[in-house]
């Protein structure tokens, strides 16, 4: 945006700024920020637009941020065309409103034609200076009309779960010894499994809008650049079932894939409840089935059940025989491995301890979150569309219980971090099929929109898994700050952006650009004798290395070849992920 942008006034010390704006003063939970322009009063900018489409609107959000202005005053909102009005709105900027109208208000104008759209704010107070000033989404919309259908075993409704934090090898249909999924298990049994699937990063925002968009983080851009906004030009599939007269529902417990993200784009229905467990919303969610009727529709589940800080329901405990010591620290098992790493505590075996404790919770979680899955499945059943409904279900990540020195996730590209569950289920999927070879959890994307009979949108991958077993020549995934960690001696570096690339049997994970500079990151393994990569190989294989680093290389190109213009992370944004474990406090480890 900044490069169409152009400042006709502003004042001299305070120039406009395209970032993430929040009304009001201070933080309050129904004022999320949006992405927009930044300003003070008198501030004048233009931006040239090409003519629309017949019906096009304008819609924009007109706000004030308060902090630091304690006067009294108004705030005139403008936006003309070519010279003539569009809209005004004036808002009072006074430092006492009452918090109920410290919010955003919503616009849509009429955009008959391009030109040159003019934005300005002056203010009109007791103070010098006026309030920050924002002129938030700021979007050309185009209206549609899609008929509603009736869904079908041969044009059936989608519901795609995204259970966060999910690794496979902790799912019963994957191997483990302790039955943590009945739910999963039938559906696996019942429909198709891929038994090697990866997500594209080891944390929820790329990871989540791989799926969404069928895109890897080279070509949708967040994890690889500095944004965590889903950018309105790419084709996501809320917005593409919407299109073809789907009723359209999200339901997300991740605080991460919200409004403030676009995360909420192409949704009719929206819902987020942050870190609520699964029995907290499993009513809206049942409520909105049973209320959706015999229209077609798109329903999108994101529980966080088994993310930190791990906390499974007495039931969930019962069932999978979890008990909780009465010694257990009252502190987050990255709290205590972080000291452990500090040099704040010395005993190995009770750090174990506590690691195993939390891994067992971990589990009840997710049978937590399976039980929730039947719920679901059975309000299905009972508003009639147990059999014409087709079901995916995926994790944006998995989670390390120091099985490579770490706990947690963010940290690092082995397979407790980027092998996720991929599962398919009902009309056009067949029973009990498993796809061996690696593939990419993103062409849930694809194959969902083949099941639902829907064009694929102009440069998508056309894979669809439930026909083609091998999409492409090895899979790959990356990570925003990848980190060693050596649980023995207690050595944990930063290392920079992460990559990884599975060729078959071979995995390669590698920080070309590795901080402090100069140090070697390029681990090799051979996943067929070495499964859990304890061995590193890349000396005795210099050729595959080699080939593999340029297999990445073509692989970042081509998706940096069709990137969009992207919003820079916001501060809020980097402070939740701080708060959560994705970050630190920015040292130099971090």
Same mark, same amino acid.
């Given at each position: #945006? ?16 395209? /970032?993430?704006?929040?009304?009001? *003063? ?12 930044? #300003? ?37 909102? /403008? ?14 900027? +006074? ?51 899609? !008929? ?12 795609? @779960?995204?259970? *966060?934090?999910? %690794?496979?090898? %902790? ?21 198709? %499994? ?38 309105? +030009? ?12 789907? @009723? ?11 409004? +403030? %993200? ?24 049942? =409520?909105?089935? =049973?209320? &959706? ?31 909780? !010591? ?52 059975? =309000? ?53 099929? &498993?796809?061996?070879?690696? @593939? $990419? ?16 949108? $102009? ?31 207690? $050595? ?8 990884? #690339? @599975? *060729? ?46 340029? +297999? ?7 998706? =940096? ?30």
């Amino acid at each position: #945006m900044h490069d169409r942008m152009r400042v006709l006034e502003a004042p001299d010390d305070v120039q406009p700024q395209v /970032r993430h704006v929040r009304t009001g *003063d201070g933080d309050v939970a129904d004022r999320e920020p949006l992405p927009g322009l930044l #300003m003070r009063p008198p501030t004048r900018v233009a931006f040239d637009l090409e003519d629309p489409p017949p019906g096009a609107l304008l819609q924009v959000a007109l706000g004030i941020r308060r902090n630091g202005y304690r006067g009294q005053g108004q705030v005139t909102f /403008r936006g003309e065309r070519d010279g003539e009005v569009m809209f005004e709105r004036v808002l009072d900027s +006074s430092q006492d409103l009452p918090e109920a109208q410290q919010r955003w208000h919503f616009l849509e104008v009429p955009l008959p034609s391009g030109g040159e759209l003019v934005f300005s704010a002056t203010y009109a107070g007791t103070e010098t200076r006026g309030p920050y000033v924002g002129f938030g989404r700021l979007r050309v919309a185009v209206p549609f009309e899609a !008929p509603r259908q009736r869904p079908s075993q041969d044009n059936p409704n989608v519901m795609l @779960v995204v259970i *966060d934090t999910l %690794r496979a090898d %902790r799912l019963s249909c994957y191997g483990h010894v302790r039955a943590t999924s009945p739910t999963l298990d039938r559906l696996a049994a019942e429909g198709l %499994r891929c038994e090697r699937a990866y997500s594209s990063s080891s944390w929820t925002i790329p990871g989540t809008a791989s799926v969404l968009t069928g895109l890897s983080p080279p070509a949708h851009g967040l994890g690889v650049e500095d944004s965590n906004y889903l950018p309105d +030009s790419l084709e996501t599939l809320p917005r593409l079932f919407a299109q073809a007269g789907f @009723v359209t529902a999200g339901f997300t417990t991740n605080p991460l894939i919200d409004g +403030s %993200r676009n995360f909420d784009q192409g949704f009719g229905h929206f819902v987020n409840e942050p870190w609520a467990p699964t029995p907290d919303v499993i009513d809206q969610i049942e =409520a909105w089935i =049973a209320a &959706v009727g015999d229209s077609r529709f798109f329903l999108y589940l994101h529980p966080t059940d088994p993310h930190a800080p791990y906390r499974a329901s007495p039931e969930a405990l019962a069932r999978q025989g979890v008990v909780t !010591p009465d010694d257990l620290p009252n502190e987050l098992l990255r709290t205590t491995v972080d000291r452990w790493y500090a040099g704040g505590i010395e005993d190995r075996a009770e750090v174990e301890r506590i690691n195993r404790h939390y891994s067992d919770v971990y589990d009840a979680e997710i049978d937590l979150c399976d039980a929730m899955l039947a719920r679901v499945l059975d =309000a299905l059943e009972a508003a009639g569309h147990g059999d014409d409904t087709v079901v995916c279900v995926t994790a944006d990540h998995g989670e390390e219980f120091l099985d490579h020195g770490l706990v947690g996730h963010f940290n690092q590209l082995y397979s407790e971090s980027i092998h996720v569950p991929l599962l398919f289920w009902g009309p056009g999927v067949t029973a009990g099929g &498993v796809i061996e070879e690696p @593939v $990419e959890n993103r062409h849930a994307f694809s194959t969902l929109l083949a099941l639902a009979d829907l064009a694929l949108p $102009e440069g998508a991958d056309p894979v669809d898994l439930t026909r083609v077993r091998a999409p492409r020549s090895g899979v790959f995934a990356t990570a925003k700050k990848g980190r060693l960690g050596t649980f023995a001696t207690k $050595e944990s570096v930063g290392l920079g952006q992460m990559f990884t #690339m @599975v *060729d078959g049997n071979w995995q390669l994970i590698t920080c070309p650009q590795t901080e402090p500079p100069g140090r070697e990151f390029a681990y090799l393994f051979d996943l067929e004798t070495d499964p859990e990569c304890r061995s590193n190989v890349a000396g005795q294989h210099v050729e595959r290395v080699q080939s593999m680093h340029q +297999s990445i290389e073509a692989w970042l190109l081509e998706g =940096a070849q069709t990137r969009p213009d992207l919003m820079p992370a916001t501060q809020e944004t980097i402070e939740l992920m701080q708060g959560i474990g994705y970050l630190g406090d920015g040292s130099e480890d971090d």
